[in-house]
Nanobody, 123 residues
Framework: QVQLVESGGGLVQAGGSLRLSCAAS????????MAWYRQAPGKLRELVAT???????NYGEFVQGRFTISRDNAKNTVYLQMNSLKPEDTALYYC?????????????????WGQGTQVTVSS
């Protein structure tokens, strides 16, 4: 079994900051990518940021330098530091990992999702 557990969401005023964490646990052989997505009510889920095991990073266009994704490979944990938050950043933020579970004899990778953590930015 593999689990992704997010933490760090909450209510913050516009211009404030939050730091999200996501820890992957269970029978994990290796993790390729870790990422953050978000979904606001009535909208499609969108990519916030991804980070590969070698440190390559990509951000969604809306980030515009406000967010920083980082990763602790030893802890199988990904972080999202969010600064200069805006009301339009309000959403449920999901952690995603593309990883190889130990039971995968052919070393196929699979996508796993966390349960989401709510971020609410008040104006």
């Amino acid at each position: 079994q593999v689990q992704l557990v997010e933490s760090g969401g909450g209510l913050v005023q516009a211009g404030g900051s939050l730091r999200l964490s996501c820890a992957a646990s269970g029978s994990i052989f290796s993790i390729n990518f870790m990422a953050w997505y978000r979904q606001a009510p009535g909208k499609l889920r969108e990519l916030v940021a991804t980070i590969a095991s070698d440190g390559r990073i990509n951000y969604g266009e809306f980030v515009q330098g406000r967010f920083t994704i980082s990763r602790d490979n030893a802890k199988n944990t990904v972080y999202l530091q969010m600064n200069s938050l805006k009301p339009e950043d309000t959403a449920l933020y999901y952690c995603n990992a593309e990883l190889i579970p130990t039971h995968s004899s052919q070393r196929y990778s699979y996508a796993y999702w966390g349960q989401g953590t709510q971020v609410t930015v008040s104006s």
